[in-house]
T-cell receptor
Framework: DTAVSQTPKYLVTQMGNDKSIKCEQNLGHDTMYWYKQDSKKFLKIMFSYNNKELIINETVPNRFSPKSPDKAHLNLHINSLELGDSAVYFC????????????FGPGTRLTVT | DAKTTQPPSMDCAEGRAANLPCNHSTISGNEYVYWYRQIHSQGPQYIIHGLKNNETNEMASLIITEDRKSSTLILPHATLRDTAVYYCIVRPPMEYGNKLVFGAGTILRVKS
């Protein structure tokens, strides 16, 4: 069973479109995250949610809106996509705000043309 | 910003021990050292973490110097599947939000 899953794995879209990426974890964790890995391969946190409550918002443009319908899901909606949004987006989860180990999903490669 | 310094790349022969160094000279007394790795086209994977004592698990060993300003991750018998980017991360134990700050990491190439 996949611990943290993301859909879709690849997403190609045009500038100005709106798209969503979905994340689900079956580990029973209560904290979930979104990270962005750009073309230079640096991984940066975007958001974290604990028990469906937003904990971290790392100065991400408000075109990005995470939504957590329940503790097992954290979706990322992106409005008005820009070229600079092209990256690999990783979802992760952990148990608690001080969870020692974060489990990462396989990533979603977003390409904006 | 990342609080660690790692060599950009290292090579290791298959079957030999891989020793990956990390400098964290500004580490505070309550900050942990974590290691993750990222195999090509996959999500990062937790390896090990420690505070001041040496740690060992089924994947690796973590050796932290007595002054805690540096550490070494040891993969005892490297295989080709250990080829990856290895990230050394320093973070407080109860940091609100459990944020991991990734640096550039070390590209480890295991060669046959």
């Amino acid at each position: 069973d996949t611990a943290v899953s993301q859909t879709p794995k690849y997403l190609v879209t045009q500038m100005g479109n709106d798209k969503s990426i979905k994340c689900e974890q079956n580990l029973g964790h209560d904290t979930m995250y979104w990270y962005k890995q750009d073309s230079k391969k640096f991984l940066k946190i975007m958001f974290s949610y604990n028990n469906k409550e937003l904990i971290i918002n790392e100065t991400v443009p408000n075109r990005f809106s995470p939504k957590s319908p329940d503790k097992a899901h954290l979706n990322l909606h992106i409005n008005s996509l820009e070229l600079g949004d092209s990256a690999v987006y990783f979802c992760a989860s952990s148990q608690g705000l001080a969870g020692n180990e974060q489990y990462f999903g396989p990533g979603t490669r977003l390409t904006v043309t | 910003d990342a609080k660690t310094t790692q060599p950009p790349s290292m090579d290791c022969a298959e079957g030999r021990a891989a020793n990956l160094p990390c400098n964290h000279s500004t580490i505070s007394g309550n900050e942990y050292v974590y290691w993750y790795r990222q195999i090509h086209s996959q999500g990062p994977q937790y390896i090990i973490h420690g505070l001041k004592n040496n740690e060992t698990n089924e994947m690796a060993s973590l050796i932290i110097t007595e002054d805690r300003k540096s550490s070494t991750l040891i993969l005892p018998h490297a295989t080709l599947r250990d080829t990856a980017v290895y990230y050394c991360i320093v973070r407080p134990p109860m940091e609100y939000g459990n944020k991991l700050v990734f640096g550039a990491g070390t590209i480890l190439r295991v060669k046959s």
